[in-house]
């Protein structure tokens, strides 16, 4: 069994799908299992599913979206050598994580997940600054989320990218400065 959301419509529309394999699916035509949605069948919301797929397949195919995806962790390892408050880049294709933390070699956090309801997290700050500086981003407890579309552009993942090095130095000035390198070279990335 499969679920999935945004990939039906590119989050244009609220959709949800269930796959099954055809045993799963017979299993349920002899025990019915009764549900109900508040869009469920939607007409506008279904009529997006088959342009949004066949245009995915289309941009899938040209390539951009893997050759961004490239360039984007790039330039995430570059962020990481220059920013002490990074303690880790995590991520594939165009979905990435930076863990902010206050030091680099023990891994200690900015804050807790209790804090997010007493005082503005370190990356709700980073987050602000980089809103200040035209770049949306999400602020998740202790990470900086990057989730761009995937027809974003090589240029614009650098403009997002120089904006978001300018906002992390929010926490680059509240690190426990160490001689911890970052948890990846981008020494691998150097041409």
């Known amino acids: 069994i499969i679920t999935t959301a945004?990939?039906?419509?590119?989050?244009y529309t609220p959709l949800g799908v269930t796959i099954s394999?055809?045993?799963?699916?017979?299993f349920f035509e002899e025990e019915p299992y009764i549900h109900g949605h508040t869009y469920a069948f939607h007409p506008l919301v279904l009529s997006a599913v088959a342009p949004s797929i066949a245009e995915s397949k289309k941009l899938m195919a040209s390539g951009l979206p893997q050759k961004v995806s490239s360039h984007l962790e790039k330039r995430l390892y570059e962020l990481e050598e220059r920013h002490e408050?990074?303690?880790?880049?995590?991520?594939?294709?165009?979905f990435w994580s930076l863990e902010i933390v206050k030091n680099r070699q023990t891994k200690e956090r900015f804050n807790t997940k209790a804090d997010k309801f007493r005082k503005p997290l370190v990356t709700d700050k980073i987050a602000a600054e980089a809103?200040?500086?035209?770049?949306?981003?999400?602020a998740w407890y202790?990470?900086?989320i990057i989730a761009p579309p995937l027809i974003i552009t090589e240029d614009q993942?650098?403009?997002?990218i120089e904006i978001l090095d300018k906002a992390l130095s929010v926490a680059d000035q509240e690190v426990v400065h160490t001689d911890t390198p970052g948890s990846r070279s981008s020494a691998a990335f150097k041409k």
């Open 131 to 138: 809103q200040k500086l035209g770049l949306f981003m999400q």
């Open 157 to 160: 993942v650098d403009e997002g």
């Open 142 to 144: 202790d990470n900086m």
């Open 6 to 11: 945004k990939g039906c419509t590119n989050a």
């Open 85 to 94: 408050c990074i303690g880790d880049v995590r991520g594939i294709g165009h």
């Open 21 to 26: 394999s055809r045993k799963i699916a017979d």
